[in-house]
């Protein structure tokens, strides 16, 4: 039994990917093409409101792509996206105020602790930003050609596989290069999922790994 529905339109292109749901109980999380973010009552459905993390820039339909197409993230009473050709943002989780917004291409979505946002950028740059307020605290140029994925936080510790099946290890205060370690040398396009003892991962040649940062 279908309890509520909601659909927006979307632009004339388009990336192939498409946004996970973020469900934090009473509400939903949604991005979308074209730079939205929308909250949804999980109750019936209704938006409770609707902000824009990027607006779409340029003349053609390709430059105009300012797509969500990962999963918004929740840090503390915020909730925060990125955008294809756009930016990261974050908003009051309540009532969709923006906090702080920057120039920022990504999509394959961001992660937190305490500190930092982390998030992995289409050219190939790993970022930390302020939670505050957005302002830069380091960027790795380190993975750049090598289109690295969605961040993970371990510890004290950022896990970042790439397209090439290599997981690097980055301090979270510095982003210095601290260790690294080869899959079969295939694409990681899966984020990895933490375990008990670290961290499990998939390759497209379908090898599955169990890691572990020490």
Not at 127 to 145: E, F, R, Y
Not at 150 to 177: E, F, R, S, Y
Not at 184 to 205: C, E, H, K, M, Y
């Amino acid at each position: 039994k279908r309890r509520w529905m909601y659909q927006r339109n979307v632009p004339a292109l388009a990336l192939r990917s498409y946004a996970s749901v973020l469900n934090t109980g009473k509400m939903s999380f949604a991005g979308f093409a074209g730079g939205k973010l929308v909250a949804l009552s999980n109750s019936n459905g209704s938006p409770a409101w609707e902000a824009t993390v990027a607006t779409p820039k340029g003349t053609t339909e390709l430059e105009r792509i300012t797509d969500v197409t990962s999963a918004p993230l929740v840090v503390g009473s915020a909730v925060c996206a990125v955008a294809y050709q756009g930016r990261i943002a974050c908003f009051d989780a309540s009532s969709g105020t923006q906090l702080w917004a920057r120039e920022m291409s990504s999509t394959v979505g961001l992660a937190a602790d305490g500190q930092h946002i982390y998030v992995s950028d289409t050219k190939g740059r790993v970022h930390a930003l302020s939670v505050d307020s957005g302002a830069s605290v380091w960027t790795s140029d380190k993975l750049i050609t090598r289109s690295p994925g969605k961040p993970v936080v371990i510890n004290d510790m950022i896990v970042v596989a790439d397209g090439q099946g290599w997981v690097h290890v980055l301090h979270h205060d510095t982003g210095a290069l601290v260790g690294r370690a080869k899959t079969d040398g295939s694409a990681v396009r899966a984020d990895p999922i933490l375990s008990a003892t670290g961290f499990v991962l998939q390759t497209v040649n379908g090898g599955l790994y169990g890691m572990a940062v020490k």
